[in-house]
């Protein structure tokens, strides 16, 4: 069953405010309040280009929506796990993905994070999310707008109001509401299952998070968008960060992120094999999450941005593994060390120390 049938550059912020907005926002010192994280210079202009599709699918598949139901069938048939330890693996491994975008502290000063969940299993890792960000210390709140359908899903609900997580009883009519209150958006609304159109109970949601300036970070699939294609037409939702799940799907091949993270290593190496998947190089075993590949904005000029590097990096070490190997890590440390000083944050001076002996993985 479709979900709709259960119904970082320090000119440019992960905010998809424009300069006007951001201006006005600055002149009422809310401005502070945004969160951002980059290392890029500030005579940088941002730029895009169409990724390499082939570069990125040598890395790992980019799966359809047929590959992914054959995945899911292997995976609780084969396999014999249950949807309950799909959603807590899901859960967690986008939670601690999320942690490598958006540090704790960092986001604190923007703000609390909505966290909106769909009632389908996309929002079922929303859920899980929300609960284990909570654990982590995370301010957020709860949209849920349906009644949970399965047992997996009302005990995450149960857990997430045992923890205290505030909910939201329905999505604000003004989206300025939203940019008010919150510094950023999880997007769990619809997964890999939806297809268009959108159906009537949740197409003012979702109208409310095309509209909204707040940053937005999805999680396996961007709301909206079919498991095999882009989005088409006049209402589109283009977060700033995806964290894909297991695998990513193809539609993201075409979509242009700041990060784009690939999170819970699930799959084994057996059952890729027997479905004709390719599974990228996780690395050690302690390794939950890697960023896909990250999007430079600061190469060429236009209104899209430039894919510097499709390589693979461990997600906690925030340097891109690139030509230049060393040089790269060490130019990273240096800004983040010159950043942290800015900042007064004597704990990320000390990471960004660190980092020019992760520049090899």
Known sequence: ???????????????????????????????????????????????????????????????????????????????????????????????????????????????????????????????????????????????????????????????????????????????????????????????????????????????????????IVSIDVPSGWEADKPPSGSQQLRPDSLISLFLPKRCSLEFAVRRHYLAGRIIPVSMATKLGLRLPCWGSADSSSLTLALIDPSAAAGDSECLQSVSYRRADSLVDYMPGGTAAADAAAAAAVTAAAANSNASAAETGKKLASMHCF
Request: aromatic share 10%.
């Open 1 to 215: 069953m479709s979900d709709q049938e259960q119904s970082a550059d320090n000119s440019a912020p992960l905010s998809r405010q424009t300069s006007q907005q951001q201006s006005a926002a600055g002149a009422t010192s809310n401005s502070s309040n945004r969160f951002r994280f980059s290392f890029r210079k500030k005579t940088q202009k941002s730029a895009v280009v169409k990724r390499d599709s082939e570069d990125l699918t040598m890395k790992c598949s980019f799966i359809t929506r047929s590959q992914t139901e054959q995945l899911f069938a292997e995976l609780t048939g084969e396999l014999g796990m249950t949807l309950e330890q799909l959603l807590e693996h899901g859960g967690l491994s986008a939670a601690l993905a999320f942690t490598r975008i958006y540090p704790r502290e960092a986001l604190a000063r923007a703000g609390a994070a909505l966290v909106c969940c769909g009632p389908g299993d996309n929002g079922g890792y929303g859920l899980a999310c929300a609960k284990y960000l909570k654990i982590f210390g995370y301010k957020l709140t709860l949209f849920y707008p349906k009644t949970p359908s399965k047992p997996a899903y009302r005990q995450l609900l149960n857990q997430c109001e045992k923890l205290d997580i505030p909910f939201l009883s329905y999505m604000p009519g003004d989206v300025q509401v939203l940019q008010h209150n919150y510094g950023l958006i999880i997007d769990a609304l619809f997964g890999w299952t939806f297809q268009l159109p959108v159906k009537p109970d949740l197409a003012g949601v979702f109208g409310k998070l095309c509209d909204t300036t707040v940053p």
